[in-house]
Each structure stands twice: as structure tokens, then as C-alpha cells.
């Protein structure tokens, strides 16, 4: 058994019931990635024909014309955007991210997909020197109002599928789809954290973006995947604003393998594992007092569940987020998913454990969930308080 090099690092081994957060480390990469990428690592390759070997493998798994590795999905992003605006022409794509001279630099994207993964999704479009054009309202978005932005200078439309997107008010895909095509506009879609990955180029999408290292369990980067001549426009972006982005010769070949292990792969058997952890957790959080577990479907359709956990702070006598910092600060820690946590409830994600960590994230509540009712609860820490504790231990960085 490999040691585990956290220890060795001073790091914490922590246990993720969050997902695949970057934050984190994204997902257990697959033995035939992390395979491919030590017998990589050696070795000298000629990097454009190695991306052309990824570009086949990609264009099989995802029902494209051609397919591109790139740094991270958020270097997608830009790099697709670029490719948008320049094409093949290399002295724009040198003068990038200046746009002077190029006939669309603009990009249109629903004001509800204006979200945060991390990182704001338009400063990835602006990175590439594209304005960006909001279209609607957070939570009200009509057809005439992308029509509207959809102008000459329009080089693409932003779609962004993620939990993080208001999940209500915005035009679908195959809308989006319909009314850019009908006046000449690609369609990007970033779909980091999506299962499927050939639905939405079936949909409408010219270019979809994927992690390679989320659901696919391959190493640090981003598949662009969809119409040649779009893929080819970003890959083109490595002789400029893409240099910087660049991926290295393991994550390439990493990410070939794991699509080839995904292709393989028993989803079946994992959805049963994943399925096991959660009825283990509802039964046992269920016996406490003022907690409500309920098994939740995924916000955008990828097949899977999750744990959805209600602290009642009068009968639980801890908060949410209380109860959340306490699993993250015990030992081991165990880090839940806590992004609409002031609602009063935080989700527990099955997909990235190891063998037994499943019963340890249950004995860990019991022993929190116990000491909260064991003891004098202190005064629950407020909401704007936990948010500054986590922002400045970040202004903190490196100490």
C-alpha cells in the first residue's frame, strides 16, 4: 500500500464528503491515469503529436469532431472564447487579449450563469480580451433579450451548467442553441462538473468543456471538446495567451487514460457504492434529535445523489455551519458540502471515498452530534462571522 504523503507533508488527511471541489483536490484519480502519467513522466514526446492522440480519444468519448487538453476548465474557457474570436489567424491570436482589429470580441452569457466557482465565469471570458454581455436578469431571462445581444460583434454564447447557476428563470440549452445558430454564433458550454459527457453537444452546444479531473478521475485539466474548426482555433491559442495555460506532457496522457477508463468503467457498481454510503448515513443521522436527512437528486441531472442534512439548532443544539466547522476541525476531518448552508442545511457527497470511510463520516456525526447535546452549547456562531474567519485566514496565505 502507497504511504499516505499527507503525513509526510505536514497535511491533514482529511475526508471529503464535499464532492469533486477543487478546493480539495478535485477526485481520487483512476489507477490507469495515474499509471499513464508515471510512465509519462520520463519520457520525451512531441507534444503536438501527443495532443493529437488525446483529440481522437476525445472525439470517441464525447461524440465530436475533434477534442483538446488544456490546463484546467477555466483555461477552457478562455482558450474556447479566443478561439471564437480569432479562428486560425495567428497574428490575432498574437495580439490577444488586445481585440483591436477583430470583427466580433464580444461574448453573451444569462446573467444567472454569472456565478462564482472559485473565480468569477466572466473573468474567464475577459481574461481573452472579450467584453462580455449580459443577457437578462439573475432570475429572468427571455429569448428577445439574447436576441438582442446576439449584434455583429458577437464572436460566442456562454452556457454554464453547474449547481452554482440559478436553476430557474433562464433559457435552456436547445434554445440558446436555436437563437445563436440562427445568426451564425457559437455555442460554449461549460459543463466542469458534468457526468455526461456527449448530451450537450447532442443539444446544441458547438463546444463543451469538461474536467478531467472530477467525475473522469484523471489529473489536473480541461477537455475542450466540439467542432474542429472551434477546437482547433483553441488549441492555436498556445502560441499566445494559451502559453500560460499550457498542460503538461502527464496530464495529457492522464487524460487519455481516464477517458479510456471511463469508457470501461462499471458506472453501475459505483452508484451502488454511492447509494450504500448514503442509506448508511440517513439511518444513522436520522436517529439523532433535530436532524433531518434527506437523499437529494443532483441539481443538474448528473446521476447521482447526495445526503441532505437539517440541523434544527433547538433540538440538535448546534447550527448547520456550527456542526459543519466542528467535522472539519475534528479528526478526522471530515469536509461536508456547504455552499447553501445558511439555509440551515449542508449535503454529504458519496463519491469520493475511500474503502470504510463511509462508516467513519457516521461515527464522526455521532460523536459531534452527542457532544452538542452533552454539553453547555456555546452562543452559534453567527453567519458573517464565519465568513470573515475564512477570508482573512486566506489574506493570510502563506502563514
Same mark, same amino acid.
Request: charged share 20%; glycine share 8%; aromatic share 4%.
Given at each position: ?34 499509471? $499513464?502519467?508515471? @510512465? ?9 503529436? #501527443?495532443? =493529437?492522440? *488525446?483529440? /481522437?480519444?476525445? +472525439? ?27 479562428? $486560425?489567424?495567428? @497574428? ?9 482589429? #477583430?470583427? =466580433?470580441? *464580444?461574448? /453573451?452569457?444569462? +446573467? ?30 427571455? @429569448? ?39 445568426r451564425g454564433v457559437p455555442v460554449i458550454v461549460d459543463a466542469a462538473s458534468e457526468y455526461d459527457l456527449r448530451g450537450f453537444l447532442a443539444r446544441g452546444a458547438d463546444v463543451a468543456i469538461y474536467s478531467a479531473h472530477k467525475f473522469l478521475g484523471g489529473p489536473t485539466a480541461g477537455i475542450v471538446a466540439g467542432r474542429k474548426d472551434l477546437v482547433r482555433a483553441a488549441f492555436l491559442q498556445n502560441i499566445g495567451i494559451g502559453r500560460g495555460m499550457k498542460v503538461g506532457k502527464e496530464s495529457v496522457a492522464g487524460t487519455i487514460a481516464a477517458l ?140
Open positions: 500500500m502507497i504511504p499516505d504523503i499527507r503525513a509526510h507533508l505536514g497535511l491533514r488527511p482529511i475526508i471529503n464528503v464535499s464532492g469533486t471541489m477543487t478546493a480539495l483536490g478535485a477526485s481520487i484519480v483512476v489507477p490507469e491515469a495515474v499509471a $499513464a502519467v508515471t @510512465a509519462m513522466l520520463t519520457q520525451f514526446v512531441e507534444i503536438n503529436d #501527443l495532443h =493529437r492522440r *488525446a483529440s /481522437a480519444t476525445i +472525439a470517441r468519448l464525447c461524440a465530436s469532431e475533434a477534442g483538446f487538453v488544456t490546463a484546467s476548465c477555466a483555461a477552457g474557457m478562455t482558450l474556447a472564447v479566443a478561439g471564437a474570436m480569432t479562428g $486560425a489567424d495567428l @497574428a490575432a491570436i498574437e495580439r490577444l487579449p488586445d481585440t483591436e482589429g #477583430l470583427a =466580433r470580441d *464580444a461574448v /453573451a452569457i444569462q +446573467a444567472g450563469h454569472m456565478v462564482g466557482y472559485g473565480a468569477p465565469v466572466e473573468q474567464a471570458i475577459r481574461l481573452a480580451g472579450a467584453r462580455v454581455l449580459r443577457v437578462g436578469q439573475a432570475t429572468d431571462v427571455r @429569448a428577445y433579450q439574447l436576441e438582442a445581444a446576439l449584434g455583429p460583434r458577437c464572436a460566442a454564447v456562454m452556457h454554464v451548467v453547474s449547481h452554482h447557476t440559478v436553476q430557474y428563470g433562464q433559457l435552456a440549452l436547445e434554445d440558446v442553441a436555436e437563437i445563436a445558430h440562427a479510456d477508463a471511463w469508457e470501461r468503467r462499471d458506472h453501475a457498481a459505483v452508484r451502488a457504492g454511492e447509494t450504500a454510503a448514503l442509506r448508511l448515513w440517513q439511518a444513522r443521522l436520522s436517529a439523532h434529535a433535530g436532524i433531518r436527512a434527506v437523499i437529494a437528486p443532483d441539481p443538474t441531472d448528473n446521476p447521482l445523489d447526495r445526503l441532505e442534512v437539517h440541523a434544527d439548532p433547538a433540538g440538535a443544539r448546534i447550527t448547520a455551519w456550527d456542526l459543519a466547522d466542528a467535522l472539519a476541525a475534528g479528526d478526522p476531518p471530515v469536509i461536508v458540502r456547504d455552499h447553501e448552508i445558511e439555509q440551515g442545511w449542508f449535503q454529504l457527497d458519496p463519491c469520493n471515498l475511500h474503502p470504510g470511510e463511509a462508516e467513519t463520516v457516521a461515527a464522526r456525526f455521532d460523536a459531534e452530534l452527542e457532544r452538542a447535546r452533552g454539553t453547555n452549547a456555546a452562543a452559534p456562531t453567527g453567519l458573517a462571522e464565519r465568513r470573515r474567519r475564512r477570508f482573512a485566514s486566506l489574506l493570510r496565505w502563506p502563514d
